[in-house]
């Protein structure tokens, strides 16, 4: 079947520490998404990616980063300079030529302690 | 400044009742929407969506009405189950040669007692 695949489900990190979390899709979408969400404020867009290569900042970019090298995948990265990463962050796909809802995966939550 | 908005963080109904979501936007060119599902700790779920040429779609017990007029849209769920309770998020997206990204409201909690 195909979908949307984020790994871990749960993770954790210290405090200052870079953390890469994984997004990989089997639906041959063009266009990815990540998001992250925390009470009451719904989902807020990070990064997203139109096509292999390139990507755009969303809303609140500072402190992460990205990479679209293969069209399968498109990694975020957590760094230290993310004043709150303890959240909930889900990844997402659409394709570029069909239907422009997305689809999303099952996220992956983050605790920095 | 918010393009689509869900003014009530939740909602809380009977079974076997009419559960109204409600979602308002900002956007003149906003001419697809869409609702989605989402339980805790998991990814969100479409549910239902409507093109900004019609005024109401149905897919079961969900039905989505569009008020272009006054930028409106409602999610109508009838009859409520307590397995619809979940938080739904509306979500809006621009005609062709806009934004590829979909625009979210905040969330409603619909909680769904038996």
């Known amino acids: 079947d195909g979908g949307i695949t984020q790994s871990p489900k749960y993770l954790f990190r210290k405090e200052g520490q870079n953390v890469t979390l994984s997004c990989e899709q089997n639906l041959n979408h063009d266009a990815m998404y990540w998001y992250r969400q925390d009470p009451g404020q719904g989902l807020r867009l990070i990064y997203y990616?139109?096509?292999?290569?390139?990507?755009q900042k969303g809303d609140i970019a500072e402190g992460y980063s990205v990479s679209r090298e293969k069209k399968e995948s498109f990694p975020l990265t957590v760094t230290s300079a993310q004043k709150n990463p303890t959240a909930f962050y889900l990844c997402?796909?659409?394709?570029?030529?069909?239907?422009?809802?997305?689809?999303f995966g099952s996220g992956t939550r983050l605790t920095v302690v | 400044d918010q393009q689509v908005k869900q003014n009530s963080p939740s909602l809380s109904v009977q079974e076997g009742r009419i559960s109204i979501l409600n979602c308002d936007y900002t956007n003149s060119m906003f001419d697809y929407f869409l609702w989605y599902k989402k339980y805790p700790a998991e990814g969100p779920t479409f549910l239902i969506s409507i093109s900004s040429i019609k005024d109401k779609n149905e897919d079961g017990r969900f039905t989505v009405f569009l008020n272009k007029s006054a930028k409106h849209l409602s999610l109508h769920i009838v009859p409520s189950q307590p397995g619809d309770s979940a938080v739904y998020f509306c979500a809006a997206s621009e005609g062709q040669g806009g934004s590829e990204k979909l625009v979210f409201g905040k969330g409603t909690k619909l909680t769904v007692n038996p």
């Open positions: 997402a796909s659409r394709d570029g030529a069909g239907w422009r809802g997305y689809t």
């Open positions: 990616s139109q096509i292999v290569n390139d990507f």
